[in-house]
């Protein structure tokens, strides 16, 4: 073997190694994260993970104040996943909600919406995953 076909032999068997150790995107660990304020100066954190055929979503308000009642809601595409209540808690005055939703062929668009009437603060929280 010459030198110029040694070479490309080593960058073949490299390009090989690569694509084989390449995760898909629906792989398991593969996740998606977003955070912001809210109207009145919450912040939110919103997290999609792809899990076995799922998709984990992980919602966290933080106001600073315990026993607030929030109303929320998650949804998928625009379709709602849950709707209901959460109360913020000791010692850091947040909720956080967990779910899991279907996986759908194509692009996820999680937006999870939260709203307390003491203030009337609203958070509107949105990621996009592609799995």
């Not at 850091?92 to 899991?100: A, I, K, V, Y």
């Amino acid at each position: 073997m010459n030198t110029s076909t040694k070479s490309a032999a080593i960058v073949l068997g490299v390009a090989l190694v690569a694509t084989v150790g390449a995760q898909p995107a629906s792989a398991k660990g593969l996740d998606v994260r977003a955070s912001g304020h809210c109207s009145k100066g919450s912040v939110w954190k919103l997290k999609a993970k792809a899990d076995d055929g799922w998709i984990q979503t992980e919602l966290e308000v933080d106001s600073n104040k315990v026993g607030q009642t929030w109303s929320v809601r998650l949804a998928d595409n625009g379709v709602q996943q849950w709707s209901g209540t959460r109360r913020t808690v000791a010692p850091s005055g947040s909720f956080s909600l967990e779910r899991r939703v279907a996986n759908r062929a194509g692009t996820d668009r999680i937006t999870a919406t939260a709203r307390t009437t003491s203030t009337g603060e609203t958070c509107t929280a949105v990621v996009v995953f592609r799995g």
